[in-house]
């Protein structure tokens, strides 16, 4: 629990004025690390902050003022680390460093904590978080102790934050799942956050296209089905949550975002849990692909990027293979590339070039990296490992990573000072891992790693050795003569529990461990008798510490186990002694089993008035214990109390007040003058044992941390080591005045015992030297000779090393090692068994004879008489066991038979309520009849009987519509009665016709044949007057009543009458004493049937059973009359058998008819049933409409409510937004008015200039007013270019501003100088002008600040109206949106939903799905279609004739004009005939045509010329072939010389390049820009001036032809013009 705020200032006053001191504090990051400045790095570690010098790697340490140290931040540029405290209403803390004093604390509004911290790269400020209940992110300026601005962001859990470097009006914060981007806006002195969260990606690296499911419109509509609402809408949400409801399947996850870092460009560079790297624009929140995963090969790789389009531009070529899931954990941005790290442990640098990136990797550490971190001048990485170990890496040089730190892979368990106390000391890991320091400094000297989770750690006082008790059971003995080298030379497994406690007796003799179920262990202490294990003994709870006292005369140790039993919740001391001739003659005081003899131990055991956590013990008897439920410190005197069998409880005899909060403990100094306490708060308190009285208290570790786990003095009392629970850190203190008494006392005492144990820690040591190397198999006492040679050979690879899993999976295949309780064990019934073998078998002997002697009793026991048999529990030698047998029998059966008996009551309760539900509250039972020859079941209709409310409910809507039909009765009665009276007959007419109309309306618009099946339509509305909401409720009621037969007047007292009758039937049949007395007198019978007689028997003559030899005459008649008759009797059956079989094969044909006559009569039930399920289903598809409908009213409503509700949301957002242009707008105004104030102002110092000085002579008032003018040279910055920095060095704006200023001031300093003053000035003079002008100058720099600030408030005011617009805009929409919903909502209430009835066939719709689309149709009658059907085929047929005979008229003209087309053809073919005719000219081959006789053989012969001469050019073009190849050969020989010269010169160019590149290097450091500038600008000015020439000739050569043209048009006037004559 947390220490109250007066507890925790008392603390503070008490610890003002402690005696102690930190010496050094020992511990690892956890990704806090950060550079201070270029050679010193720092860390958080509990509640101090370690500074690590990269050279000396000397560590500073600096406490936190109150308590643990929360969040943290270093700003390597400024020198200054920030860090917050972990108590209610926590404060930031800023500090310098290396002065480490206190510059700044910045008090907040966070309540519980800070979780985040960040410097900005540029300018004075500090960016936090705190976590619940604010959650709020708040920027400070850390120079002036102001908070800015801040804002709460809830709920919202963040992981990292940090400025962009080039902009400190800029900062990301990230979480597990989001990234936000958030800008700082200033208006003059006022700071505004505004927010802009980032669009992630999916998993799978694919853009994600959200949009805002409450205001965005679906693509399509449903006609049929009504308006597609939103998802909210459906859900039923109206406020908050209905703008981000989004269902379950379209909730896609998007990536987890682990870290991020700025780029030199303000981009962001994002790693993500999926491994893949993000690049986000900061501006427009564009969100890119960079990197999907690290590969494994370590190898350079070349990528390109692409943007998230698709899956398939994800693939990278070279990458599918050998690709692992790598978490980026780290980044940082370099110059060169970027930097990336995470779980696989490898340092990446992606170099982005253009559209590819290049992967490279620089460094293995061989664990996950958390934090990559780079000095200020980044000439050094800083790589941060997940267990704390650090690593300095320069990416410029070829050197290696140099570990600076080395962690442990888990937090400190124990420490303790190795003897004689004042230069060592040791801790050791919960994971095994053990460390010796440098008592001075604290340097660590060496590692050893047990490979084994450690419980405990001690040192023991005769010897250099170092005990360390495992979970295992193992204690590890440890060689620590050689600190540099130290080596485990010995290892003892006492028990398979773990060992909770380790300790040493003053003397050094014995080792005492503790173990779980309250075993405690004595081990020789001393090397050279290898820590042989004396004996053990069991103590009646667990152990929860030990505590011994030795006397030097006797050499006798008393050791006090403390014990808290769970049964008497109180405290139980066990006090017992170990004599020396424990190690003398060890048989003698312990027995065979290693048990130590309790008259050689003498235990004693006393009862606490309180439950204690931890006790000690002084030698005078005195018992100090820590109560464990309060915060009590306990102190009871023994030495008077006398020893019971059982003890007594014993009363404390002093009780304080810890002042500590939570469990803790209690120890003594070695010279049991001090006693410290420690708790779960963190805080030691030191008091004096006689009085109790603090006197000194650190705050070394907090109660967020868990607390002190352990607490150590050191032997001369000068030093105490303290490590935390959960902190990780190891502090060791020393007092502040060394010559104080109790100081120099316990140092004397010390001294005193050194003396005594000086010649036992020398040959101790010497013994401990010459000990072997401890191996897993150096000691084995496996059984089989095969698991002997595993051990060895495991014994043969050292460089192997086991841990528990190794060891546990061959304890699984083989025997293992043995404990040492087992190996004892083992031996004593060795022993047993050899002592006692002959007796064994005496006792064996014997039971098989007494066995045989039962067995025989037993059988002769059989064969007695049944009064003499002994029970058979006579003979069981066991009675007690048989008893217990049948018990434990007794109690499974009852068990078994209770679960079954539950189970059966079980069933019986699901029983009674189905039956219940299903059959008792059924009004209507179900039944059903099947038919008797074929497979047609009829069920009848269950019904639960109708309740009270909800017969209420129909006879209150039968009644409104009772109502309703009588309103609208008198209603039409009314608008009758207005209308103009027309005549009786017409009126008469017209009522029969409604009459007849009303009757026969027509079942499809009733939308089912309920009106067929008993059902009544009348009270049911039309469908077509369902518009509101509560007409909809009644109809569905009323489709839900009960349809009953209807019954006649006649037909209800028939039946009635018919009823009764049954009933007297019924009652006459229970008691009718004529058949009682018929059946008693006459067996129910009034004659004797012939079947009766049938069935009687012929008795046979008693003779029958003589001889028939022997009978009479007599006899013979009567047999032969018996003969005869049986005879008769056997006819008379033979004839009933046949007439009975007749009659029975009419029976059959008869129920053969009448079942299937029944049969007959349930098919046609089944088919009425088959009906009425359709109509039922017909009805229900109405009730389902209704529903429906009723449901997207609901929806609709729900829609419209949140609507409104974001409306009036937007409305305050709305007048906040107003109000804010508001104040902006003023404020500038303000500003503006201020601005031109000073501008004014400005003005009238230049203008006054000469009134001022109008004393001065006119020739030197203008030089003066030149001067007056002048200003130095604005300073340049000037760009290192060698620096490794990507953001460049970019101070903070208000600190450019101040270095400008001063090198203005500096400037004018040099101008004021009288050498400048002008000739014939006096000096008085000047000095007035140079005041007036740096009064001017002064002035024209707070304008230009003045300018500066009134523009940056102008874009803050645009920026407010532009939020106004926006808000403005989505009012709008939201308008618009309401609008179009209420027209939705009139469009379904006036468009309805109405069910029809259409015959099968008469549907010609052309549809592809299963139900027609009627979303265009419209219902008219049939008439209507019939007559417009005949209209339109007569006039179909008036326009196929008028069509006829237009077409045939059409034809007519078509075929005249076609003939008069051909005519002018033919007119116009004869003109150009004789056109050509008269033109024709008579050439010489006309001539010759018409003169020579034989003008084909002419042309043969002009043929074969013509063919010769072919010939010959076809041979003269074969060979000028041949010549071209000849020299295409020749050229190709060329080609290929030339090539092979081109190579050559592609490797020369290549070198060129390199030189080039060299020298452009050389070109940009040698800062030659300027003339590269120069020579660029000229070469710029040839080419515009070879532009302007280029165009210049362009038009000249234009006009030129433009000339030519003209030229040309008139020489063609000069010629005589010749035209065709028309004839």
Excluded at 1459 to 1467: A, L, V
Aim: aromatic content about 8%.
């Amino acid at each position: 629990m947390e220490p109250s705020g007066a507890d925790e200032a008392d603390r503070l006053l008490t610890a003002a004025a402690a005696r102690v001191e930190v010496r050094w504090v020992q511990g690892f990051p956890s990704r806090n690390v950060g550079f201070v400045n270029h050679e010193t790095i720092c860390y958080p570690c509990g509640n101090y902050i370690l500074f690590v010098d990269l050279e000396t790697k000397k560590k500073t340490v600096l406490p936190c003022p109150s308590g643990r140290v929360g969040a943290f931040a270093v700003n390597g540029a400024s020198g200054v680390v920030a860090f917050s405290d972990q108590k209610l209403n926590p404060v930031i803390y800023i500090y310098t460093f290396p002065g480490l004093i206190n510059w700044r604390e910045l008090k907040g509004q966070a309540q519980l904590d800070y979780t985040l911290l960040a410097f900005s790269y540029m300018g004075p400020y500090l960016a936090s978080y705190s976590s619940v209940p604010e959650f709020a992110l708040s920027v400070w300026n850390w120079q002036e102790n102001v908070l800015l601005c801040s804002k709460s962001q809830l709920g919202m859990t963040a992981t990292s934050l940090s400025f962009n470097p080039l902009s400190w009006h800029q900062l990301c914060m990230s979480s597990e799942s989001s990234i936000t981007i958030w800008n700082i806006e200033r208006s003059d002195e006022e700071h505004h956050l505004k927010p802009k969260p980032v669009q992630l990606p999916a998993e799978d690296a694919s853009q994600i296209f959200n949009q805002n499911p409450f205001f965005s419109h679906p693509d399509t509509q449903d006609a049929y089905y009504g308006p597609v609402l939103p998802n909210s809408a459906i859900a039923g949400l109206i406020r908050d949550e209905a703008l981000l409801f989004r269902p379950k399947d379209d909730i896609q996850p998007s990536v987890h975002p682990t870290v991020h870092c700025w780029s030199a460009t303000s981009d962001l560079y994002v790693g993500c849990e999926e491994g893949c790297i993000l690049v986000i624009n900061s501006e427009t929140l564009e969100t890119s692909l960079l990197h999907q995963k690290f590969p494994t090969e370590r190898r350079q790789t070349i990528v390109q990027i692409s943007p998230m389009i698709s899956e398939a531009s994800l693939k990278k070529e070279g990458q599918e293979e050998g690709l692992a899931q790598s978490v980026v954990l780290a980044m940082a941005f370099h110059k060169n590339g970027l930097y990336a790290a995470g779980s696989d442990g490898v340092v990446h640098m992606c170099q982005p070039k253009d559209s590819f990136y290049t992967m490279k990797n620089y460094l293995d550490v061989s664990e996950p990296i958390t934090s990559l971190v780079f000095s200020p001048d980044y000439s050094r990485l800083l790589v941060e490992t997940e267990k704390g170990s650090v690593y300095i890496y320069k990416p410029t040089s070829s050197e290696e990573a140099v570990k600076l730190l080395d962690a442990s892979s888990s937090h400190f368990l124990s420490a303790d000072f190795l003897t004689p106390g004042n230069k060592y000391c040791v801790s050791v890991a919960i994971s095994g891992e053990v460390h010796f320091w440098l008592l001075e400094d604290g340097t660590c000297i060496s590692k050893l790693s047990l490979n084994k989770q450690a419980t405990a750690l001690v040192c023991c006082p005769s010897s250099h050795t170092v005990a360390v008790g495992t979970k295992t059971g193992h204690v590890h003995f440890i060689d620590a003569t050689k600190v540099n080298t130290p080596r485990v030379v010995h290892r003892v497994l006492l028990t398979h529990f773990p060992v909770l406690c380790l300790n040493y007796d003053e003397g050094g003799q014995y080792l005492i461990a503790g173990a779980a179920e309250g075993h405690i262990f004595i081990l020789d202490a001393r090397p050279s008798k290898l820590f042989q294990v004396l004996g053990y003994l069991v103590l009646s709870s667990e152990v929860l510490g030990l505590s011994t006292v030795y006397d030097k005369d006797t050499e006798l140790v008393e050791v006090m186990a403390l014990l808290c039993p769970a049964d008497i919740r109180r405290a139980r001391l066990e006090i017992f002694c170990l004599p020396s001739t424990l190690t003398i003659d060890n048989d003698e005081c312990v027995d065979e089993r290693g048990l130590l003899k309790e008259n050689i131990i003498q235990k004693q055991q006393y009862e606490l008035d309180y439950p204690l956590s931890s006790a000690v013990r002084q030698k005078d008897g005195t018992i100090y214990g820590y109560c464990s439920h309060a915060p009590f410190i306990c102190k009871y005197n023994l030495a008077s109390k006398k020893i019971l069998k059982d003890p007594t409880v014993v009363f404390s005899e002093e009780r304080i007040q810890s002042n500590q909060s939570g469990r803790g403990f209690l120890s003594l100094s070695p010279n049991n003058r001090w006693l410290a306490s420690v708790a779960e708060d963190g805080v030691l308190f030191i008091r004096d044992a006689a009085t109790l009285e603090t006197f000194a208290q650190a705050h070394c570790h907090s109660y967020q941390g868990g607390g002190i786990r352990s607490l150590a003095f050191s032997k001369d009392g000068q030093s105490m080591l303290i490590n935390g629970v959960e902190d990780g850190a190891l502090v060791c203190l020393k007092w502040k005045m060394a010559g104080d008494d109790d100081i120099k006392e316990a140092d004397e005492y010390w001294q005193s015992t050194l003396a005594v144990l000086n010649n036992s820690i020398y040959s101790e040591n010497n013994v401990l030297k010459s000990m072997r190397d401890w191996h897993v198999a150096s000691k084995s006492i496996l059984p089989s000779s095969s698991e002997k040679g595993h051990k060895e050979k495991l014994q043969r690879q050292p460089s192997v090393e086991l841990t528990d899993e190794d060891e546990s999976f061959i304890n699984s295949v083989s025997i293992g090692e043995m404990t040492w309780m087992k190996q004892k064990i083992q031996k004593a019934i060795e022993e047993e068994t050899k002592k006692f073998a002959d007796k064994k078998k005496e006792l064996k002997k014997g039971i098989k004879s007494l066995r045989k002697t039962i067995q025989e009793m037993m059988h002769e026991n059989e064969q007695v008489p049944e009064i003499e048999k002994l029970d058979q529990q006579e003979f069981n030698l066991d009675a007690e066991e048989q008893e217990r047998l049948q018990l434990e029998s007794e109690q499974e059966v009852a068990r078994v038979r209770k679960e079954i008996e539950m189970e059966n009551l079980a069933n019986c309760y699901l029983r009674d309520v189905l039956k219940q539900q299903c059959w008792d509250s059924m009004s209507v039972k179900g039944r059903a009849i099947k038919c008797f020859h074929a497979a047609y079941e009829v069920k009848n209709y269950p019904m639960k009987e109708r309740g009270k409310e909800e017969l209420e409910t129909l006879e209150k809507v039968l009644q409104l519509k009772k109502i309703e039909c009588a309103d609208l009765k008198i209603r039409k009665e009314i608008i009758e009665f207005q209308l103009p009276t027309v005549s009786s007959k017409e009126e008469g007419e017209k009522v029969e016709e409604d009459v007849v109309a009303d009757e026969t309306t027509p079942i499809a618009l009733i939308g089912s044949l309920s009106s067929q099946y008993g059902g009544d339509t009348a009270v049911l509305y039309p469908q077509m007057d369902l518009h509101t909401r509560e007409q909809k409720i009644n109809q569905i009621i009323l489709l839900q009543i009960k349809v009953e037969k209807y019954l006649t007047p006649q037909q209800r007292a028939k039946a009635e009458m018919m009823a009764k009758l049954e009933m007297q039937r019924r009652l006459a049949a229970q008691d009718n004493a004529r058949q009682r007395a018929l059946n008693d007198m006459m067996d129910g019978v009034l004659e004797v049937k012939k079947e009766d007689i049938l069935k009687m028997e012929i008795p046979p003559p008693p003779f029958i059973s003589k001889p028939d030899t022997l009978w009479s005459e007599e006899e013979k008649k009567i047999f032969k009359e018996y003969e005869k008759k049986v005879k008769e009797l056997n006819e008379e059956r033979d004839k009933h058998r046949k007439i009975l079989e007749t009659e029975l094969k009419k029976l059959q044909t008869a129920i053969q008819e009448t079942t299937q006559s029944f049969d007959d009569t349930v098919c046609k039930l089944f088919e009425k049933k088959v009906k009425s399920e359709m109509v039922i289903c017909q009805e229900e598809l109405k009730i389902n409409s209704l529903l429906y409908s009723l449901l997207l009213d609901e929806e609709l409503s729900t829609r419209e409510a949140g609507l409104h509700y974001f409306l009036e949301k937007k409305r305050k957002e709305k007048l906040s937004t107003a109000e804010a242009v508001q104040i902006a707008r003023r404020q500038v105004d303000a500003y503006r008015e201020t601005y031109d104030n000073l501008v004014a102002e400005d003005k009238i110092l230049e203008r006054g200039f000469r009134k001022e000085f109008s004393d001065v002579p006119m020739h030197l008032i203008d030089q003066l007013f030149k001067l007056y003018k002048r200003r130095p040279r604005a300073q340049k910055m000037k760009m290192h270019l060698d620096t490794a920095n990507p953001y460049g060095d970019r101070p903070g704006s208000a600190k450019a501003y101040k270095d400008a200023l001063d090198h203005l001031m500096r400037a004018m300093n040099e101008l004021d100088n009288p050498e400048n003053m002008p000739e014939g000035l006096d000096l008085p003079v000047w000095e007035r002008f140079c005041s007036a002008r740096r009064t001017k100058v002064e002035s024209e720099q707070l304008v230009k600040r003045k300018a500066l600030t009134l523009a940056e408030m102008q874009a803050f005011l645009q920026r407010r109206i532009e939020d106004d617009e926006k808000i403005k805009k989505d009012i709008d929409n939201i308008f618009s949106e309401v609008n179009l919903l209420q027209e939705q909502k009139m469009r379904f209430q006036l468009d309805l939903t109405v069910q029809f009835l259409l015959k099968q066939g008469q549907v010609e719709l052309e549809s592809s799905e299963l139900i027609p689309d009627y979303t265009d149709a419209i219902l008219i009658n049939k008439s209507v279609i019939e007559e417009l059907n005949c209209t339109i085929r007569a006039q179909g047929e008036k326009k196929i004739a008028s069509m006829v005979e237009c077409k045939d008229f059409s034809k007519g003209i078509f075929q005249l004009e076609w003939e008069h087309k051909k005519m002018k053809m033919q007119m116009e073919d004869l003109n150009q005939k004789a056109r050509d005719i008269q033109t024709l000219r008579v050439s010489k081959d006309r001539q010759l045509f018409l003169n020579v006789l034989n003008y084909d053989s002419r042309v043969n012969h002009q043929v074969s010329v013509l063919e010769q001469t072919l010939g010959v050019m076809d041979k003269l073009h074969k060979e000028k072939v041949k010549k071209c190849q000849k020299i295409i050969k020749d050229l190709e020989k060329r080609i290929s010389l030339k090539e092979q010269a081109n190579y050559k010169l592609s490797l020369e160019l290549q070198e060129m390049l390199v030189s080039v590149s060299e020298r452009r290097h050389i070109f940009e450091a040698a800062d030659t820009q300027p003339a590269s500038e120069k020579i660029a600008k000229e070469h710029y000015q040839d080419i515009v001036q070879r532009r302007r020439l280029v165009d210049l000739a362009k038009g000249q050569a234009q006009e030129i032809a433009i000339l030519q043209a003209e030229v040309a048009r008139l020489r063609m006037k000069t010629f005589p013009a010749l035209y065709e004559v028309e004839y």
